[in-house]
T-cell receptor, first 111, second 113 residues
Framework: QKEVEQNSGPLSVPEGAIASLNCTYS??????FFWYRQYSGKSPELIMS????GDKEDGRFTAQLNKASQYVSLLIRDSQPSDSATYLC???????????FGTGTSLTVIP | KAGVTQTPRYLIKTRGQQVTLSCSPI?????VSWYQQTPGQGLQFLFE???????NKGNFPGRFSGRQFSNSRSEMNVSTLELGDSALYLC????????????FGPGTRLTVL
């Protein structure tokens, strides 16, 4: 079983819609959760971090964490063509522990 | 604050050669992690250095090695290059503080011919 699993997609949504990206993890001891965005040919860029159960909002992005279900998601509201990228989910236990990355979900926002 | 820098950005080598990649973390960050990214395997963790000590290690052969200097700059070395080593090599730095966020550099694109 992989440490972090994501639906590879591709996920396509029309411009202005809500894009929903999901991630599950296997280690119940995981404490820190991150979403990265990676454009083709570029390096991953941190867009959200979340550490406690519930929702965390930052602009058009909302991260949701449910530790009981070992599930973390990213919602992108009012999706724009510039949001078209691969989104990587990452988890780690605590400072000093290795990060585990999912394989990423490819998102395309159709104008 | 300047971001993570990596040099060189592109490298072309032939099988059997060795290569050294360099990473300068964000000022004040003491943790540096290295990853290999290929289309088929995604992001694979190589190793992490903190205060000049290797703290975590991924599942890569001994041909892959690294080190960290007292100024937190890090290098990774790959000896006896194989065709399968062609990849984007990414370095990420972290303050290793409470929130442990990692920030990536632009990467080094290595092509092995």
């Amino acid at each position: 079983q992989k440490e972090v699993e994501q639906n590879s997609g591709p996920l396509s949504v029309p411009e202005g819609a809500i894009a929903s990206l999901n991630c599950t993890y296997s280690d119940r001891g995981s404490q820190s959760f991150f979403w990265y965005r990676q454009y083709s040919g570029k390096s991953p860029e941190l867009i959200m971090s979340i550490y406690s159960n519930g929702d965390k909002e930052d602009g058009r992005f909302t991260a949701q964490l449910n530790k009981a279900s070992q599930y973390v998601s990213l919602l992108i509201r009012d999706s724009q063509p510039s949001d078209s990228a691969t989104y990587l989910c990452a988890v780690t236990r605590y400072t000093g522990n290795q990060f585990y990355f999912g394989t990423g979900t490819s998102l395309t926002v159709i104008p | 604050k300047a971001g993570v820098t990596q040099t060189p950005r592109y490298l072309i080598k032939t099988r059997g050669q060795q290569v050294t990649l360099s990473c300068s973390p964000i000022s004040g960050h003491r943790s540096v992690s290295w990853y290999q990214q290929t289309p088929g395997q995604g992001l694979q963790f190589l190793f992490e250095y903190f205060s000049e000590t290797q703290r975590n290690k991924g599942n890569f052969p001994g041909r892959f090695s690294g080190r960290q200097f007292s100024n937190s700059r890090s290098e990774m070395n790959v000896s006896t290059l194989e065709l399968g080593d062609s990849a984007l090599y990414l370095c990420a730095s972290s303050s290793a503080g409470m929130y442990n966020e990692q920030f990536f550099g632009p990467g080094t694109r290595l092509t092995v011919l």
